[in-house]
């Protein structure tokens, strides 16, 4: 009787231990994607600052006298001169495909 008994009590621990970790799997995983949205939600956020700057700064241009085609030209022309010469994204080496790879 001792043998079935502890066999119904190894089973019960393992059940509970087996629900245990399913639930800390789940409970892991949507902190990690609670975790990744915030940092979204934050980028954007920093995006619409930037961008709100820019306009203010392209506005202030202006004003200086430069000409709109020049206030497009030249900062496209300076960002691309930025991008060619910007030291490759360290992530790009430790996690192939994470980042967007340039060409040219």
């Known amino acids: ?12 621990r393992d059940i ?8 800390m799997d789940r409970t892991r995983a949507m902190d990690e994607y609670v975790e990744a949205l915030v ?17 203010e700064l392209r506005r202030a241009a202006r004003d200086a006298g430069n000409s709109a085609a020049y206030s497009v030209r030249a ?3 300076s960002i691309t001169t930025r991008l060619a010469h ?7 080496a430790a996690t192939p495909g994470c980042c967007v ?4």
């Open 101 to 104: 790879k340039r060409t040219g």
């Open 86 to 92: 910007r030291r490759p994204s360290p992530c790009a």
């Open 1 to 12: 009787m001792s043998g079935s008994t502890n066999f119904l009590r190894d089973t019960r």
């Open 75 to 77: 900062p496209q022309n």
């Open 16 to 23: 509970l231990r087996a629900v245990r970790e399913q639930s």
């Open 39 to 55: 940092g979204v939600e934050s980028l954007k956020a920093q995006v619409e600052r930037s961008a709100a700057k820019a306009d």
